[in-house]
């Protein structure tokens, strides 16, 4: 069993970046697929981006419409994923969730990941 835990959301103005954290424990956290997922009010849960490790090694994916604002990171030593938000807008208001899968996949799909953190309020004020 793997859990997560995010943090970091809150509330921040267009323009601003703000960096969400999702703490990992539990399992063999070596060769992880952790994924980022959004969900604004009203709408469907969305894919924002995610990062494959193995063997120290991570590869990152985005979304198409997501490239260039949005980073994964990874800090090894204390199993936690960040990801970074740039040049926020009032549109990226979500709860942010990140997700995991102890299989080595690159997956934009829901239904791949198996452990869900409990999600973070990002909101953007214009």
């Known amino acids: ?5 995010e943090s970091g959301g809150g509330l ?3 323009g601003d ?7 990992a424990s539990g399992g063999s ?9 959004r969900q604004a ?4 849960r969305e894919f924002v981006g995610t990062m494959t490790w193995t063997s120290g090694v991570g590869s990152t994916y985005y979304a ?4 260039g604002r949005f980073t994964i990171s990874r800090d090894n030593a204390k199993n936690t994923w960040y990801l970074e938000i ?6 990226d208001t979500a709860v942010y969730y990140c997700a995991a899968t102890l299989r080595y996949m690159r997956s934009t799909r829901i ?3 198996e452990y869900w953190g409990q999600g973070t309020q990002v909101t953007v004020s214009s």
């Open 29 to 37: 956290l070596s060769s992880i697929s952790l994924g980022w997922f």
């Open 64 to 67: 198409d419409s997501l490239k």
């Open 1 to 5: 069993q793997v859990q997560l835990v």
């Open 41 to 44: 009010p009203g709408k469907e």
């Open 86 to 91: 740039n040049s926020l807008k009032p549109e």
């Open 12 to 14: 921040v103005e267009a």
């Open 111 to 113: 239904a791949d990941y």
């Open 17 to 23: 970046s703000l960096r969400v954290s999702c703490a």
